[in-house]
RNA sequence: GCCGGAGUGGCGGAAUGGCAGACGCGCGCGACUCAAAAUCGCGUCCCGCAAGGGGUGAGGGUUCGAGUCCCUCCUCCGGCACCA
């Protein structure tokens, strides 16, 4: 017997697959497609990691099994080569950005290619090739066109130190990733793309496609739609208006001021008209310059400034309120200013506290138990009920009584009915006497206003409308007299500290009244309007509609998400593919012009205002204006290392074309993407940028569907020891050359697949690998020896086995349950081993492993000898009438929810038979004499549970 | 604070509401060997000699039966975060 030998057989078969382009996809349209894609990967210098190991893999067991299907499958591979690390490391070492590619995809290519992923390296794209951004300038040009790409100022990172302009992800805790200066704000005239105008589009579209739920909650969060009214407060003496957003005009008539964002524009017009211009204008100054620690920083105070001598009128009450402008409000959302409603706010009621403003109840709270047995019955008629809430306080000691019913579970404090013509105060007393027995009641008072709560009275059988007064209640001693035997078995008494009554309280509208003795005043839910004029009395719901369409306001949604950032200020990316011209603007360069070359440069170090190094070079930078020949120059700016990745796939299709993006033929045949894998990381920016593009390109007519992505999975991380995430400066990277090399690429993908649940966070190990070889090396065992005198005829039990092996690995590799496929591999090996197994049995076997391990797997079918090609044998499928009829399986069998034994029953076995059999067993019939069957439960081919009382 | 996900042996982890711990790592014992490695066999949740009992973050509930479903809470991880 030859040993296994993972050296020779992986050289030998990936040689064979490079040879005969195994992998290579056809537009063979009458062939049913398949497009399975995973991230195309950024190039760095460290080389492929473990982490793109697990997603390739999983995907590339994807591909196999298609192609064994018998479908014709795109599985491409590509380089997302602009960007950060390598701009970097051109900076520090003076080296050209192409070289640096260059050598970081050889390094790539060669580790993919031994590892035996099923890429078509006939469409290999790269994004930094002048071929592929050529297009994608293209694309610009059309948004552009469009209206969608525009020029605005905005604030950009800045570090003071590099004096360089940085992206987001080199932000770390808002200092810089490299010198570890605080970062400033910069404005900046950058350009954007609107995707908010897509908002909805990309909100509402996600119903339609197949994404993992995490993802798009995710985008759904991000995008962030809120509904609410937008509604102007004039300002008085001049003809200016403040056009606030809220999602709560039903609080209007506690709107007792209003706030402007410093970004906002009416700051600087209506400052002139203030007593203290200068102190506005120092102070939006002042926080352009906090940095994004402090502004974000927890428990920050909050910061604003009056607009003395103005004032704007509250819409509703027509009251003049204060004019305030404060960070706490952001410019780039909604309107960039709000009406502040201390009351009912909690951010407002802070700022108001603060600031010494009135605070204004315009809200009681109404709570509507809409869940479990005292759920309000729909369609029945209200009794009102007045009643008290009596807080009970300790006479010496810091604590509270809370009170449980017993027979309902409901824990609050002590509670009763108002009688007719009585005082809230006396019905307090009343029943604290009643309920407690307590004697020496010191102190009564009524905190706040009434609450309501609408819940179904079971005991009475109706619907109950209650209006609750709070009564807090202070005790002279605990002296107590004895009370009625009925109140007694009622209810139990604790006295409950402050943050333990807290806990206790189960139910919401005891909460909101808790809260008032704790000092939270401020309540941000719905109920009752009260002091809002002709308002007063309706219901939140109601009343925000009515109120917007009183003062004029308009009904609308607004979105979180806001208008992509284009521009970067660096040398490694898509030259933008615009002219300023003195005289006409902004203009395109014509489409015939395309692509614009990014010019070699001999340094790569950005200048010290914080444009690109590409600024610096006046044969490139200036130019003539394509549409009056008159002086111009090019913008030096370049795209981000989003654009190229946000329409790679449809390159795929396509990637050798120098007509178009890619030829419609193609496009219709292979879009949308089937099956997309990649990481979470991914889900908010280059997921939604690239559907975004794809939805521009649709409307354009260019491309065939509405959503680029029909499918979307993701995997976990692959995480250093201690969970920390790998990293070059940390030194924890893992090299996947050294594993390849000492276990082989099979056994290396079969660990990593094994490793856990594919979409979950894994902690690397090097020492369970072996496992993975070992099973490896036993199936090369088994197999290369095999030989002709093999049994013909499967038994029974093995074709159970493999029929059950078949279904369970194929639909786990639907799921990406990769790990328990595997571990089905190793049961069906297991048993292969302990028999005498078939040529049949083997051969499904190396099918079931071959998208696993595709090196041993084509060796050990080659020396099987068999004469059909693995690829033409196909994906197994369990045989329909398998032997299931005769099957007996292994029933528990169970006293009281306890197994006590097992037996073997026939899986038709009837009722009858199952329980007289059962009855008979030497560990039932016992227990069964002992005590008094009650009842007997039988699930066919799983369990029997006998019922039984008073087993000695 | 809000939105997700997860808590099961020494470890990674299995388990359509139906025999908890599959499969693997590690560990223990044995076989082979002069010996070791490799390999093979057996064992390996906890208490108990055993019979038996206990056990899936905590506490309640639903059910003949709960790791799984419901409620309350705790811990860890991820995302968002003054979004009006």
């Given at each position: 017997m030859?040993?296994?030998?993972?050296?020779?057989?992986?050289?030998?078969?990936?040689?064979?697959?490079?040879?005969?382009?195994?992998?290579?996809?056809?537009?063979d349209?009458?062939?049913?497609?398949?497009?399975?894609?995973?991230?195309f990967?950024?190039p760095?210098?460290?080389?492929?990691?473990?982490?793109?190991?697990?997603?390739?893999?999983?995907?590339?067991?994807?591909?196999?099994?298609?192609?064994?299907?018998g479908?014709?499958?795109?599985?491409?591979?590509?380089?997302?080569?602009?960007?950060?690390?390598?701009?970097?490391?051109a900076i520090?070492?003076?080296?050209?950005?192409?070289?640096?590619?260059?050598?970081?995809?050889?390094?790539?290519?060669?580790?993919?290619?031994?590892?035996?992923?099923?890429?078509?390296w006939?469409?290999?794209?790269?994004?930094?090739?002048?071929?592929?951004?050529?297009?994608?300038?293209?694309?610009?040009?059309?948004?552009?066109?469009?209206?969608?790409?525009?020029?605005?100022?905005?604030l950009?990172?800045?570090?003071?130190?590099?004096?360089?302009?940085?992206a987001?992800?080199?932000?770390?805790?808002?200092?810089c990733?490299?010198?570890?200066?605080l970062?400033?704000?910069?404005?900046?005239?950058?350009?954007?793309?609107?995707?908010?105008?897509?908002?909805?589009?990309?909100?509402?579209?996600l119903?339609?496609?197949?994404?993992?739920?995490?993802?798009?909650?995710?985008?759904?969060?991000?995008?962030?739609?809120s509904?609410?009214?937008?509604?102007?407060?004039p300002?008085?003496?001049?003809?200016?208006?403040?056009?606030?957003?809220?999602?709560r005009?039903?609080?209007?008539y506690?709107?007792?001021?209003?706030?402007?964002?410093?970004?906002?524009?009416?700051?600087?017009?209506?400052?002139?008209?203030?007593?203290?211009?200068?102190?506005?204008?120092?102070?939006?100054?002042?926080?352009?310059?906090?940095?994004?620690?402090?502004?974000?920083?927890?428990?920050?105070?909050?910061?604003?400034?009056?607009?003395?001598?103005?004032?704007?009128?509250?819409?509703g009450?027509?009251e003049?309120?204060?004019?305030?402008?404060?960070?706490?409000?952001?410019?780039?959302y909604?309107?960039?200013?709000?009406m502040?409603?201390?009351?009912?706010?909690?951010?407002?009621f802070?700022?108001?506290?603060?600031?010494?403003?009135p605070?204004?109840?315009?809200?009681?709270?109404?709570?509507?138990?809409?869940?479990?047995?005292?759920?309000?019955?729909?369609?029945m008629?209200?009794?009102?009920?007045?009643?008290?809430?009596?807080?009970?306080?300790?006479?010496?000691?810091?604590?509270?009584?809370?009170?449980?019913?017993?027979?309902?579970?409901?824990?609050?404090?002590?509670?009763?009915?108002?009688?007719?013509?009585?005082?809230?105060?006396?019905?307090?007393?009343?029943?604290?006497?009643?309920?407690?027995g307590?004697k020496?009641?010191?102190?009564?008072?009524?905190l706040?206003?009434p609450?309501?709560?609408?819940?179904?009275?079971?005991?009475?059988?109706?619907?109950?409308?209650?209006?609750?007064?709070?009564?807090?209640?202070?005790?002279?001693?605990?002296?107590?007299?004895?009370?009625?035997?009925?109140?007694?078995?009622?209810?139990?008494f604790?006295?409950?500290?402050?943050?333990?009554?807290?806990?206790?309280?189960?139910?919401?509208?005891?909460?909101?009244?808790?809260?008032?003795?704790?000092?939270?005043?401020?309540?941000?839910?719905?109920?009752?309007?009260?002091?809002?004029?002709?308002?007063?009395?309706?219901?939140?719901?109601?009343?925000?509609?009515?109120?917007?369409?009183?003062?004029?306001?308009?009904?609308?949604?607004?979105?979180?998400?806001r208008?992509?950032?284009?521009?970067?200020?660096?040398?490694?990316?898509?030259?933008?593919?615009?002219?300023?011209?003195?005289?006409?603007?902004?203009?395109?360069?014509?489409?015939?012009?395309?692509?614009?070359?990014?010019?070699?440069?001999?340094?790569?170090?950005p200048t010290?205002?914080?444009?690109?190094?590409?600024a610096?070079?006046?044969?490139?930078i200036?130019?003539?204006?394509?549409?009056?020949?008159?002086?111009?120059?090019?913008?030096s700016?370049?795209?981000?290392?989003?654009?190229?990745?946000?329409?790679?796939?449809?390159?795929y299709?396509?990637?050798?074309?120098?007509?178009?993006?890619?030829?419609?033929?193609?496009?219709?045949?292979?879009?949308?993407?089937?099956?997309?894998?990649?990481?979470?990381?991914?889900?908010?920016?280059?997921?939604?940028?690239s559907r975004?593009?794809?939805?521009?390109?649709?409307?354009?007519?260019?491309?065939?569907?509405?959503e680029?992505?029909?499918?979307?999975?993701?995997?976990?991380?692959?995480?250093?020891?201690?969970?920390?995430?790998?990293?070059?400066?940390?030194?924890?990277?893992?090299?996947?050359?050294?594993?390849?090399?000492?276990?082989g690429?099979?056994?290396?993908?079969?660990?990593?697949?094994?490793?856990?649940p594919?979409?979950?966070p894994?902690?690397?190990s090097?020492?369970?690998?072996?496992?993975?070889?070992?099973?490896?090396?036993?199936?090369?065992?088994?197999?290369?020896t095999?030989?002709?005198?093999?049994?013909?005829?499967?038994?029974?039990?093995?074709?159970r086995?493999?029929?059950?092996?078949?279904?369970?690995?194929?639909s786990?590799?639907?799921?990406?349950?990769?790990?328990?496929?595997?571990?089905?591999?190793?049961?069906?090996?297991?048993?292969?081993?302990?028999?005498?197994?078939?040529?049949?049995?083997?051969?499904?076997?190396?099918?079931?492993?071959?998208?696993?391990?595709?090196?041993?797997?084509?060796?050990?079918?080659?020396?099987?000898?068999?004469?059909t090609?693995?690829?033409?044998?196909?994906?197994?499928?369990?045989?329909?009438?398998?032997?299931?009829?005769?099957?007996?399986?292994?029933?528990?069998?169970?006293?009281?929810?306890?197994?006590?034994?097992?037996?073997?029953?026939?899986?038709?076995?009837?009722?009858?038979?199952a329980?007289?059999?059962?009855?008979?067993?030497?560990?039932?019939?016992?227990?069964?004499?002992?005590?008094?069957?009650?009842?007997?439960?039988?699930?066919?081919?799983?369990?029997?549970?006998?019922?039984?009382?008073?087993?000695?």
């Amino acid at each position: 017997m030859e040993g296994y030998d993972h050296r020779k057989i992986e050289k030998k078969w990936q040689e064979k697959w490079e040879h005969e382009k195994a992998f290579q996809a056809k537009d063979d349209t009458s062939k049913e497609k398949e497009y399975v894609l995973i991230e195309f990967p950024y190039p760095s210098g460290d080389g492929l990691h473990v982490g793109h190991i697990r997603s390739w893999t999983a995907l590339d067991i994807v591909a196999r099994k298609r192609r064994l299907e018998g479908k014709n499958v795109l599985y491409p591979i590509g380089w997302d080569a602009f960007g950060l690390p390598t701009e970097n490391y051109a900076i520090k070492t003076g080296k050209d950005p192409r070289v640096v590619t260059k050598e970081n995809t050889d390094i790539f290519r060669r580790q993919i290619k031994s590892l035996g992923l099923s890429f078509d390296w006939s469409r290999e794209i790269n994004t930094s090739d002048p071929t592929y951004y050529k297009w994608t300038q293209w694309i610009f040009l059309q948004l552009y066109k469009h209206g969608l790409a525009y020029k605005a100022k905005t604030l950009i990172n800045w570090c003071p130190k590099d004096k360089i302009g940085l992206a987001n992800e080199e932000v770390i805790d808002g200092a810089c990733e490299r010198c570890g200066t605080l970062v400033q704000k910069r404005e900046k005239e950058q350009w954007m793309l609107a995707i908010t105008k897509y908002a909805k589009r990309l909100y509402e579209d996600l119903d339609s496609v197949n994404y993992i739920e995490q993802a798009k909650i995710q985008q759904r969060n991000w995008i962030g739609p809120s509904e609410g009214a937008q509604i102007a407060f004039p300002v008085l003496g001049s003809d200016k208006k403040i056009e606030v957003f809220t999602t709560r005009p039903d609080t209007l008539y506690g709107a007792t001021y209003v706030v402007l964002a410093p970004e906002h524009p009416l700051v600087l017009e209506l400052a002139p008209l203030t007593k203290n211009k200068g102190a506005i204008e120092t102070y939006v100054k002042a926080t352009r310059q906090t940095s994004e620690i402090e502004r974000t920083a927890e428990a920050r105070e909050k910061t604003g400034i009056l607009m003395e001598g103005i004032c704007a009128i509250n819409p509703g009450t027509k009251e003049a309120v204060a004019i305030f402008v404060a960070d706490y409000v952001l410019g780039s959302y909604a309107t960039g200013a709000i009406m502040g409603v201390p009351h009912h706010d909690e951010r407002d009621f802070e700022f108001a506290k603060s600031k010494g403003l009135p605070i204004k109840e315009v809200i009681e709270a109404l709570v509507v138990r809409e869940q479990g047995e005292d759920a309000v019955k729909k369609d029945m008629p209200f009794t009102e009920r007045r009643a008290v809430v009596a807080v009970i306080k300790h006479p010496s000691k810091d604590k509270y009584l809370g009170v449980r019913w017993k027979r309902t579970g409901w824990q609050g404090f002590v509670i009763g009915g108002i009688e007719e013509g009585e005082e809230a105060q006396e019905a307090a007393k009343r029943e604290v006497r009643e309920e407690t027995g307590y004697k020496n009641i010191r102190a009564v008072g009524i905190l706040g206003g009434p609450i309501h709560a609408q819940f179904y009275q079971t005991l009475k059988a109706e619907n109950r409308f209650a209006h609750f007064q709070l009564v807090l209640v202070e005790l002279g001693d605990e002296e107590k007299t004895e009370i009625a035997p009925e109140e007694k078995v009622l209810h139990e008494f604790l006295w409950l500290s402050p943050e333990k009554m807290t806990a206790f309280i189960t139910h919401r509208d005891m909460q909101i009244l808790w809260d008032r003795v704790i000092g939270k005043i401020c309540y941000s839910g719905t109920g009752i309007l009260v002091n809002s004029g002709q308002f007063s009395g309706l219901q939140s719901e109601e009343a925000k509609k009515k109120i917007t369409e009183f003062v004029g306001g308009v009904w609308l949604t607004v979105f979180k998400l806001r208008d992509w950032v284009f521009s970067r200020q660096r040398y490694w990316g898509e030259p933008i593919p615009m002219i300023l011209c003195k005289k006409c603007g902004w203009v395109p360069v014509p489409e015939d012009e395309l692509p614009v070359i990014l010019p070699e440069v001999t340094h790569y170090q950005p200048t010290d205002t914080g444009e690109s190094p590409l600024a610096t070079i006046s044969h490139w930078i200036h130019t003539t204006c394509p549409s009056c020949g008159g002086e111009a120059t090019r913008e030096s700016d370049v795209m981000p290392n989003w654009a190229g990745s946000s329409w790679y796939y449809l390159r795929y299709c396509d990637p050798k074309n120098t007509k178009e993006f890619a030829s419609p033929e193609h496009l219709k045949y292979w879009t949308p993407v089937d099956w997309y894998n990649g990481g979470m990381e991914h889900t908010t920016l280059h997921l939604l940028y690239s559907r975004f593009w794809h939805k521009f390109l649709y409307d354009l007519a260019l491309v065939p569907t509405s959503e680029p992505y029909a499918k979307r999975t993701s995997h976990g991380l692959i995480l250093a020891k201690g969970g920390e995430k790998m990293s070059k400066s940390k030194g924890n990277v893992i090299n996947p050359d050294g594993l390849i090399e000492r276990f082989g690429a099979d056994s290396l993908r079969l660990y990593e697949m094994f490793i856990g649940p594919f979409d979950q966070p894994v902690i690397w190990s090097d020492t369970n690998i072996i496992g993975t070889r070992r099973f490896v090396e036993r199936a090369w065992r088994l197999i290369s020896t095999f030989t002709q005198h093999q049994k013909t005829v499967m038994s029974p039990e093995a074709v159970r086995m493999m029929s059950h092996s078949i279904a369970k690995i194929s639909s786990d590799i639907e799921s990406l349950k990769m790990n328990t496929a595997v571990s089905q591999l190793m049961i069906l090996l297991n048993h292969l081993e302990s028999t005498t197994p078939t040529m049949q049995a083997l051969e499904t076997f190396l099918r079931l492993l071959s998208p696993f391990a595709p090196h041993v797997a084509g060796e050990l079918w080659e020396k099987m000898g068999t004469t059909t090609a693995m690829e033409k044998a196909g994906w197994p499928t369990t045989p329909k009438e398998s032997a299931t009829e005769l099957e007996v399986a292994l029933v528990a069998l169970q006293i009281n929810g306890k197994v006590r034994a097992t037996i073997e029953l026939p899986l038709k076995a009837s009722e009858r038979e199952a329980l007289e059999k059962a009855r008979l067993h030497p560990a039932i019939s016992p227990r069964l004499a002992r005590g008094k069957e009650v009842r007997a439960v039988y699930v066919p081919g799983r369990v029997i549970n006998f019922v039984v009382s008073d087993v000695a």
